[in-house]
């Protein structure tokens, strides 16, 4: 009787594991299981995303460009900043592909010039925790219209244009001028005063003044205070020498900058 009952008692205990084993299996099973629903749903989520934020954000007209290029386009240029608790700044790059070099001196493009200087401003700015948005950051065919668009959607809080100007058969005159809208009433020409203003003292260039206009599409569309600076003269021989030269990109870049910040340090105090 004895040795019967202690058979009986192993049999159970044997199958009690067995059922612990199962159990444990099956939960191990079922974690399993949700952990990887729970990775491809997140891959789903993040790719649902990723749709529906290329379908409403704003993709540049660009002329003759690849699917491929276009996509690159629009993650670089056209992307949300990084929330920074800042105000968004639109930086143009004027110009921009085969279609619309600029102008052109010795083989110096003012569309590659232009870029140069817009990518050092964005930098500048973005290591001191401003967001940034670039209109074009690979010397694309970006329609005017869409460099408007951009910056309209960003809601920036400013949109600053760059450029290079140029005359023809005069190879002497040089110098920084900044432009904005005569029709605007929004700070435009005080942001511009500013700019023209710290670039002039950072490079040393004569101060050619403002300038004013009604027909310039990037700064008279756009829905914020906004200026276009002509750098310099690409057609001067010794001016072409300075734009070209990273150390002077970088002090028009430090002046653009520094004007960007004074502005809007003013502005914060309105």
């Known amino acids: 009787m004895y040795e019967s009952n202690r058979r ?125 948005i670039m209109t074009q950051t690979k010397n694309e065919n970006v329609s005017l219209k869409e460099r408007v668009r951009i910056a309209n959607e960003a809601d920036a809080a400013l949109f600053v244009s760059i450029h290079q100007n140029s005359l023809d058969d005069d190879t002497i005159t040089s110098g920084i001028e900044t432009w904005y809208d005569e029709g605007k009433t929004d700070g435009s020409a005080r942001l511009a ?27 008279r569309d756009t829905d914020m205070p906004s200026c276009l600076v002509e750098t310099g003269f690409l057609s001067s021989k010794q001016e072409r020498r300075l734009l070209t030269d990273p150390d002077y990109q970088r002090k028009l870049a430090e002046g653009i900058v520094e004007g960007i910040l004074t502005y809007l340090a003013e502005d914060e105090r309105v």
């Open 193 to 219: 005063q500013i700019i023209q203003s710290c670039t002039t003292q950072a490079t040393g260039a004569k101060d050619r003044g403002l300038k004013t206009a009604s027909d310039l599409v990037v700064i």
């Open 8 to 132: 009986e008692t192993w049999r159970k205990r044997k199958a009690t594991r067995r059922r612990r084993k199962t159990i444990l299996f099956c939960t191990a099973a079922v974690l399993f299981g949700a952990l990887v629903m729970g990775a491809i749903g997140k891959g789903k989520s993040t790719a649902t995303g990723a749709v529906v934020e290329k379908e409403t954000a704003s993709v540049p007209e660009i002329l003759g460009t690849s699917d491929a290029a276009l996509t690159a386009i629009y993650q670089e240029s056209t992307s949300a900043p990084k929330e920074t608790g800042k105000p968004c700044v639109v930086i143009d790059a004027g110009h921009g592909g085969e279609e619309s070099p600029g102008a052109v001196f010795d083989g110096i493009c003012e569309r590659e010039v232009n870029l140069e200087i817009a990518k050092l401003v964005k930098d500048m700015l973005e290591e001191k925790g401003y967001s940034v």
